[in-house]
C-alpha cells in the first residue's frame, strides 16, 4: 500500500487517495475499458482507477471464461502508461458477491476513498445483486453509460430506490460528498466496444498470454498461470 501512496505523488498527504473500483470479468480487457476509466478519473477527480479482475462473476456463465492469469494479463496491457491498476485482489480476498468485497476493500485500505463505477447494464440489473443495497450504502456509486441500456437502467428497481441519493460528480470534491449512498450519473459518449465482440473475432484470444509469468500489480502476488 505504500508502494501505492508513492505513486500517486505528495499532493495525497493533503486529503485521503481517491480511488474509482471497476469491476468485471475483462474477458478480455480492452480500449473501452481504458477509454472510460480514463473519463471517470477526470470527471470525478480521482487519483487511480483500480480495475477488479474478478475470478468469477455469478450471473455470467463460466463456459467461454478465459483463465484469470490471461484476463489479468491483457487488463495489465492495456493499462499501460495510465493512472489504471488492475488486480485480482478478490481471488485473495475470498469473495464472490460485489458487496463482500467492496466492504474488505474498505476494511483492507482505510485510508483511501472508494467510488465503484458501474456501466448502465449494471445498473439495470443491480437488483439481482446480493444485497445491493447494503453495497449502495458501502461507497459512492458513478454510473456510466452503456448503449442500449438507458431505458432499462433508468426503469429498474435500483434506479428508483437510488433516485432519492442523486448527486453531481462536483459533490465528490468535497469530503463531505465522499457518504453512501450516492448515485451519480456522468454524461459519457457511449463507446460501442464489448469483450464479446473480441471473443467473436478471435476465440483464441487467451493464447497470446499463455505461459507467462503474471504478478499481480496491486498485492504483488504471482498469478498462477492454470487459474481458472
Same mark, same amino acid.
Given at each position: 500500500?505504500?508502494?501505492?501512496?508513492h505513486r500517486?505523488g505528495?499532493a495525497l498527504s493533503?486529503?485521503?487517495?481517491?480511488?474509482g473500483?471497476?469491476?468485471?470479468s475483462?474477458n478480455?480487457a480492452h480500449?473501452?475499458h481504458?477509454?472510460i476509466?480514463l473519463?471517470?478519473r =477526470?470527471? $470525478?477527480?480521482?487519483?487511480?482507477v483500480?480495475?477488479?479482475?474478478s475470478?468469477?462473476?455469478?450471473l455470467?456463465p463460466?463456459a467461454?471464461?478465459?483463465?484469470?492469469? *490471461?484476463? #489479468?494479463?491483457?487488463a495489465?496491457q492495456?493499462?499501460?502508461r495510465?493512472?489504471?491498476i488492475p488486480?485480482a485482489?478478490?481471488r485473495e480476498?475470498g469473495?464472490?458477491?460485489?458487496?463482500?468485497? $467492496?466492504? *474488505? #476493500?474498505?476494511?483492507r485500505?482505510p485510508?483511501?476513498d472508494f467510488?465503484?463505477?458501474?456501466?448502465?447494464?449494471?445498473?439495470a440489473?443491480?437488483h439481482?445483486?446480493?444485497?445491493?443495497?447494503? #453495497?449502495?450504502r458501502?461507497m459512492?456509486i458513478a454510473?456510466?453509460a452503456?448503449?442500449?441500456?438507458g431505458?432499462?437502467?433508468? =426503469?429498474?428497481p =435500483? =434506479?428508483?430506490?437510488?433516485?432519492?441519493?442523486?448527486?453531481s460528480?462536483?459533490s465528490?470534491?468535497?469530503?463531505?460528498g465522499?457518504?453512501?449512498?450516492?448515485?451519480i450519473h456522468?454524461?459519457?459518449d457511449p463507446?460501442?466496444?464489448? *469483450?464479446?465482440?473480441i471473443?467473436?473475432?478471435?476465440?483464441?484470444?487467451a493464447q $497470446?498470454?499463455a505461459?507467462?509469468t503474471?504478478?499481480?500489480?496491486?498485492?504483488?502476488h504471482?498469478v498462477?498461470l492454470?487459474?481458472?
Amino acid at each position: 500500500m505504500a508502494r501505492a501512496r508513492h505513486r500517486a505523488g505528495p499532493a495525497l498527504s493533503r486529503r485521503p487517495q481517491r480511488v474509482g473500483l471497476l469491476g468485471g470479468s475483462f474477458n478480455p480487457a480492452h480500449g473501452g475499458h481504458r477509454r472510460i476509466s480514463l473519463f471517470a478519473r =477526470a470527471a $470525478l477527480n480521482l487519483d487511480a482507477v483500480w480495475w477488479l479482475v474478478s475470478p468469477g462473476n455469478p450471473l455470467k456463465p463460466a463456459a467461454g471464461m478465459a483463465p484469470l492469469s *490471461a484476463r #489479468l494479463a491483457s487488463a495489465m496491457q492495456l493499462a499501460r502508461r495510465a493512472p489504471i491498476i488492475p488486480t485480482a485482489i478478490e481471488r485473495e480476498l475470498g469473495t464472490v458477491y460485489t458487496v463482500d468485497t $467492496l466492504r *474488505a #476493500l474498505h476494511r483492507r485500505y482505510p485510508n483511501i476513498d472508494f467510488v465503484w463505477l458501474m456501466g448502465s447494464d449494471n445498473l439495470a440489473q443491480l437488483h439481482r445483486w446480493r444485497d445491493w443495497r447494503r #453495497l449502495a450504502r458501502t461507497m459512492p456509486i458513478a454510473v456510466i453509460a452503456r448503449p442500449g441500456y438507458g431505458g432499462s437502467a433508468a =426503469a429498474s428497481p =435500483a =434506479a428508483a430506490w437510488l433516485g432519492r441519493y442523486r448527486r453531481s460528480a462536483a459533490s465528490l470534491k468535497h469530503r463531505a460528498g465522499w457518504s453512501a449512498p450516492a448515485l451519480i450519473h456522468l454524461r459519457f459518449d457511449p463507446d460501442p466496444r464489448s *469483450a464479446t465482440a473480441i471473443r467473436r473475432g478471435d476465440p483464441d484470444w487467451a493464447q $497470446l498470454y499463455a505461459g507467462r509469468t503474471v504478478r499481480d500489480p496491486l498485492t504483488h502476488h504471482p498469478v498462477n498461470l492454470d487459474t481458472p
